[in-house]
C-alpha cells in the first residue's frame, strides 16, 4: 500500500518562508510525477507545482518566482521551499503523486493527507 506523509507546515508571518516535505512509501515499481495542490474551504483544489521524474517543473502563475519545487528520487521524497509567503497563500497543502505501485498494471494518483499553512498579515 502506497502512501505520501506530508510534513512542514505551520505558521508563518507574511514575508516569511516555510518548506514542506512528502515522502512516498510502500512497494513501488516507479514514480512520475510528483507535486503539490492546495484548498481553501469552499474552494476547487488547485495547483501549486508539480516536478516529473526528469525535473521538468510547472508552476502556478501565482506562486511563480517565489516557490521552488524539487525530488529526491532517491528518497522517494518531494519538497515544496516557499518564500515570500502571503496570507492569500494560507491554504491546506496535499502532496500528489503519479505512482505505479506493486502490483498494478498502472500508475496511479496517490494523495497525502494534507498539512496546514497559514500565513498571518
Known amino acids: 500500500q502506497v502512501q505520501l506523509v506530508e510534513s512542514g507546515g505551520g505558521l508563518v508571518q507574511a514575508g516569511g518562508s516555510l518548506r514542506l516535505s512528502c515522502a512516498a512509501s510502500g512497494s513501488m515499481f516507479s514514480i512520475n510525477v510528483m507535486g503539490w495542490y492546495r484548498q481553501t474551504p469552499g474552494k476547487q483544489r488547485e495547483l501549486v507545482a508539480t516536478?516529473?521524474?526528469?525535473?521538468?517543473?510547472n508552476y502556478a502563475d501565482s506562486v511563480k518566482g517565489r516557490f521552488t519545487i524539487s525530488r529526491d528520487n532517491a528518497e522517494n521524497t518531494v519538497y515544496l521551499q516557499m518564500n515570500s509567503l502571503k496570507p492569500e497563500d494560507t491554504s491546506v497543502y496535499y502532496c500528489y503523486g503519479n505512482i505505479w505501485a506493486r502490483p498494478n498494471l498502472k500508475s496511479d494518483n496517490y494523495w497525502g493527507q494534507g498539512t496546514q499553512v497559514t500565513v498571518s498579515s
Open positions: 516536478i516529473t521524474g526528469r525535473d521538468t517543473t
